[in-house]
């Protein structure tokens, strides 16, 4: 069984430079790699509008919470490429397993995003079930969740299945043990993961050079796995490169990780005052077409020709329609009995649980008789 | 000094201990120009530069354990965990070497440092942002615990903390960050084995420590015009205890009611409880109550008003110990 663990039969030599070899020294995918992934038309513009959607769907989020809709927003402005380029390169039958601001990444899966902000709004700590979307649950304690993603590959790697599995993480994630012991697992497992770090250069307020010493991407190699580092602001490249990746993992040929370097040009959260610690001037690199995930994507649809006005209007016409729609799906949605949070627990509840929650519900019906 | 939040109160403790020991030392996330996401290290790093307070990368195992390291080194570190829940990676080093190393060096080293733990609820927060990990640390040996409830506590206690030869774990009560009072400054540190009569009354003691100190003093006031004399004991140290203290009061009111956040199931109310117990079972008129969560992970925040304690569950408890 042990030998069977860690032998790699597809494992190819040569196989350690395909998928780096995908992108240019900037991080954006060679025209030799663009030809080859041959990305249609059709994708290329379902990833602007998803895009689209989702950074109206941020502006949104951010307005409610202004509004006192929602206890706290972690805005996700300038990961659209990271985010929605690699959720869209997984395959539906592929799992994925995010970090706390991968909410582009649960709209692309076909949550509901009214209910997903239900959990910022304090009524639930989980707002879908993760086997019905293959979405594990947004984990907070950071980095986490790495080794979450590890463990389900291995089980997928042992059930025989063609199944890869993402995961993100901000380039903090990557300080923690559990980062480094997931990378090394991963790789002396062979499992097939897809790490994603979504590097927008600030942990809260820590910028990335007080975070790492060296290139992430770099990080791979000492766990004998690929490593590639990607334009983040490119989504032709971030969704060329994870989907490589994932096949990679899905032939079984072991873990990838992709660093996607962009920028957070929001505050961290709604509760963070980014002005303590950064300037305006900070963002400017950043804050051109040239830098904007959606620009850069209308660009490349205009040079196949794939991009018009009426193309463009229908897509904000109906990021508009989604942005009202999960605004009254949250502002509608009603508060979970309290008593559930006691259900909740155990699968299968002892009775002592259970009298507590008994003990609950005749004081909470005492208190509602006053 | 006048009207000084329990933050501001615990900034000026930090920036007194830099200032009178250049062996002290600051470090955590955001700790540095951001000043801490409760903004209690504000200002440190601009007085006293970056060898001084210093942002460590995200990862709170290391963080415990460089204070570990430079504290054998004779520094005297001053980490920070920048929430409850996020003090659990570093669990292990805190539970098997910082505990433990003393003993293991048979006396021959100090963990003079102290580990800063915002904790509690009550402030609206998503999941993992409202813990009461207190127990976890107070049942284990070689540790202090101590919790300050007010601002001019939080001054005195933190210089203590900083100022003893052992390891602290220092539980700041979150919700009350922003409580303010009017404190003597400079002013010297407390002891960190001491509990505190806060209120005197007569017909039961309420037994309280950190957030729910002040919900106990309210509590009591609420009682007072109903007829009933409160006593309100703020046990500031959660390990060791000081039973003494504890025991005059309850000598002299015969009833208590012991009230947390965190479950009352193995929660520190079960060893006050004990303890009490067995030195005045003699003098108990009745069990005593305890107040606190329900053994649930933490509720999400539309309902934690429903499981924090509060006047009203408080002076239920007095009640059934009065009508018992
Ligand atoms: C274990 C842990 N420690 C601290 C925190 C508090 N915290 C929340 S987000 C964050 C910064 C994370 O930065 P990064 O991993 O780069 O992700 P980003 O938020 O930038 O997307 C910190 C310190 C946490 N959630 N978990
Ligand atoms: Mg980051």
Known sequence: MAKALHTHPQAREGDDNSIGSLVDAHGLLTPEAERDAAVSDDQLRELYRMMVICRRLDQEGLNLQRQGELGLWGPYVGHEAAQVGAALAMESTDWIFPYYRDFAMAVCRGIDPGNILTIFRGLTHGAWNPYEYRFAPFIIPVGTQVPHAVGFAVGCKFDHEQTAVLVGFGEGATSTGDWHEAMNFAGVFQAPVVFLCENNQWAISVPVEEQIAGRIVDRAAGYGFPGVRVDGTDVLTV???????????????????????????????????????????????????????????AERLRQRNAYDDTFAVAVAQEAEERASAMRQTLVAARPPHPESVFDLVFANPPASLMRERDEFTSSLEQGGAE | ???????????????????????????????????????????????????????????????????????????????????????????????????????????????????????????????????SPETYYAHTAGLKVVTPSTPADAYGLLLGAIKDPDP??????????????????????????????????????????????????????????????????????????????????????????????????????????????????????????????????????????LFLPDADRILEAVDRTREY
């Open chain 2, 168 to 305: 602290v774990i220092f539980l700041e009560p979150k919700a009350r960050y922003w409580m303010r009072q009017d404190i003597d400054i400079p002013a010297p540190p407390l002891p960190l084995d001491r509990a505190q009569v806060v209120r005197e009354g007569r017909d039961a003691t309420l037994i309280a420590y950190g957030p729910t100190v002040q919900t106990a003093l309210l509590a009591a006031e609420q009682g007072e015009s109903e007829g009933v004399s409160l006593e309100v004991v703020d046990l500031r140290s959660l390990s060791p205890l000081d039973m003494d203290t504890l025991a005059a009061s309850v000598r002299k009111t015969r009833r208590a009611v012991v009230v947390h956040e965190a479950p009352v199931f193995m929660g520190l109310g079960a060893e006050i409880v004990a303890q009490l117990m067995h030195d005045l079972f003699d003098v108990l008129e009745a069990p005593i109550e305890r107040v606190g969560n329900a053994t649930i992970p933490y509720p999400p925040s539309r309902f934690e008003k």
């Open chain 1, 239 to 297: 969704y060329a490169v994870v989907r490589a990746a994932a096949q990679h993992a899905r032939q079984g040929h072991g873990p990838v990780l992709v660093e996607s370097v962009a920028y957070r040009l929001q505050a961290h959260t709604t509760s963070d005052d980014p002005t303590r610690y950064r300037t305006d001037a900070d963002l400017d690199p950043w804050k051109g077409s040239d830098k904007d995930p959606i620009e850069r994507c």
């Open chain 2, 1 to 131: 000094m006048t009207g000084v939040t329990l933050g501001k109160a615990l900034n000026l403790a930090l920036h007194d201990a830099l200032q009178s020991d250049s062996r002290v030392v600051m470090f955590g996330e955001d700790v540095g120009n951001l000043g801490g996401v409760f903004r209690v290290t504000d200002g440190l790093q601009e007085e006293f530069g970056r060898e001084r307070v210093f942002n460590t990368p995200l990862a709170e195992a290391t963080i415990a354990a460089l204070a570990l390291g430079m504290a054998m080194k004779g520094f005297r570190p001053v980490a920070e965990m920048q929430f409850d829940a996020f003090s659990y990676p570093s669990f292990q080093q805190v539970t098997s070497n910082i505990a433990k190393y003393h003993t293991r060096t048979g006396g021959a080293v100090n963990m003079q440092l102290v580990i800063r733990i915002p904790y509690g609820g009550n402030i609206g927060a998503i999941e993992q942002h409202s813990e």
